[in-house]
């Protein structure tokens, strides 16, 4: 049996779509397979992997292309790494690992400095120099229980914050304004084409999972829009309290946060508020008087590889100035192996090779984890997973990648 990897086109883009779904264990809805082309998919970042023996595509794979903002604001082109799967027919056969190699080496021919991703499974991606930057939280909590202690906006605030409901057609038109001021202030956000809002929007009944259309609510102040929310209810019946599910909540000031979850756990007739994905350090826990009633669990978000280091290391700011010597071993990638200076002066970078002896080892999946500042070194180290070789090195490391705040990727892909 001989595996081939071919280019997806028009002719073979049905046949690949559902390959992808029959992978994650689903059927496609014919309109969802139009949907993605029309809307999100990128044909010459796609890749089929071919049982020659029968024709059949037995693997998929491929890139979006967006724009992640790194630590200091800057934005650095990244692929998206997504649709990966191997038929269970043809498990263990290479066809997933050639795949991600080739993808990596077009979105390098392209210029992308980074690939980024959201695991299925957590345990596939450390292999290929993949480590995880970004965590999130998924959130539970009764409104009953959602008095604050704290907030930005007092009771007698002059700020004019307050919040409206709008329509799907309006929201499509409002919602992406919002999210590109949040992108661009936040790190570890990606950029939604106007495709894949229309992608993010849709909303049938089939992606409803029998809870109610998406409800929409806008944080409004001077005039500003500052903030919405996304939401769907899940309740049986009138007496039902049920579930407030929040699809995306995102805020570009800290009023508009404030303002928007107190009118969310203002809801009564709500047993619960569901939120997903939210922000490591998100302030709500802070300013809730009893803050053990937001259930919180973690999860892995954004994982990352460093496509370019020394581009990578240098599009981003540092807190620190000074020079650090930082040694790469990579069994997956030999050709990045070696030791890279780093001198930063003014919170900038630049990175060059070098063969003096390194101050700290590290793989170049832990590197990239470090990258966002979502993870302290120290934590690593005791993980095993970073050697220091010179005293104090580990302090240097620790205080040039910090970040005032934890990385966020609203955009789950
Ligand atoms: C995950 C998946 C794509 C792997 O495909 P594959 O073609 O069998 O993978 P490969 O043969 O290229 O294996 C690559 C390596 O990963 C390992 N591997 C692959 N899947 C694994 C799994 N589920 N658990 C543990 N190891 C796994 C292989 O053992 C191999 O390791 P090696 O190089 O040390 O031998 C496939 O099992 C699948 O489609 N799963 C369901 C969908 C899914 O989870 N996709 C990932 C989306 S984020």
């Not at 102040?221 to 309290?241: K, L, N, S």
């Amino acid at each position: 049996m001989n595996i081939e990897l071919r280019p997806v086109t028009d002719n073979n883009f049905v046949e690949w779509r559902k390959a992808v779904r029959h992978g994650f264990g689903q059927h496609v809805h014919p309109d969802d397979i139009a949907r993605l082309r029309n809307d999100r998919a990128e044909l010459d970042r796609l890749v089929a992997a071919v049982d020659t023996g029968s024709g059949r595509i037995i693997g998929t794979g491929g890139a979006d292309s967006y724009s992640l903002t790194v630590p200091g604001g800057a934005t650095v082109p990244m692929a998206g790494v997504a649709y990966m799967t191997t038929s269970v027919t043809h498990r263990r056969q290479g066809a997933f690992s050639s795949m991600m190699s080739q993808i990596h080496s077009a979105a390098r021919e392209r210029g992308d400095i980074i690939a980024g991703l959201w695991a299925s499974q957590s345990h596939l991606y450390s292999r290929f120099d993949y480590g995880l930057a970004i965590n999130s939280y998924d959130w539970e909590i009764d409104p009953s229980y959602g008095a604050f202690s704290h907030s930005p906006v007092s009771d007698d605030d002059e700020s004019d914050a307050h919040v409206y409901f709008v329509g799907a057609d309006e929201a499509a038109a409002m919602l992406p304004g919002i999210y590109e001021q949040m992108r661009q202030q936040t790190t570890g956000a990606v950029d939604r084409s106007p495709g894949r809002w229309r992608y993010e929007l849709f909303d049938e009944e089939r992606v409803r999972a029998r809870a109610s259309s998406m409800f929409f609510a806008i944080c409004e102040e001077a005039g500003e829009q500052t903030g919405y929310v996304a939401y769907r209810m899940r309740r049986v019946g009138d007496t039902d309290m049920g579930a407030l599910e929040v699809s995306e909540q995102v805020s570009v000031t800290d009023t508009a946060h404030a303002t928007m979850w107190r009118f969310l756990l203002n809801f009564d007739l709500v047993g619960k508020i569901i939120a997903v994905n939210r922000p490591a350090d998100d302030p709500l826990w802070w300013m809730l008087s009893d803050p053990r009633r937001l259930n919180r669990k973690s999860h892995d978000a954004l994982w990352l590889r460093l496509l370019d280091i020394p581009k990578a290391l240098e599009a981003r700011t540092y807190n620190a100035d000074g020079r650090l010597k930082i040694a790469l071993v990579s069994e997956a990638q030999p050709e990045v192996t070696g030791t890279y200076v780093l001198d930063i002066d003014d919170s900038q970078a630049s990175v060059n090779k070098t063969t003096d002896k390194p101050d700290v080892v590290v793989t170049p999946a832990d590197l990239a984890a470090l990258y966002m500042g979502g993870v302290t070194p120290g934590s690593l180290l005791e993980a095993g997973r970073v050697d220091v070789v010179t005293t104090g090195s580990l302090a240097k490391l620790h205080g040039m990648f910090s970040t005032d705040s934890a990385p966020w990727c609203a955009h789950y892909f």
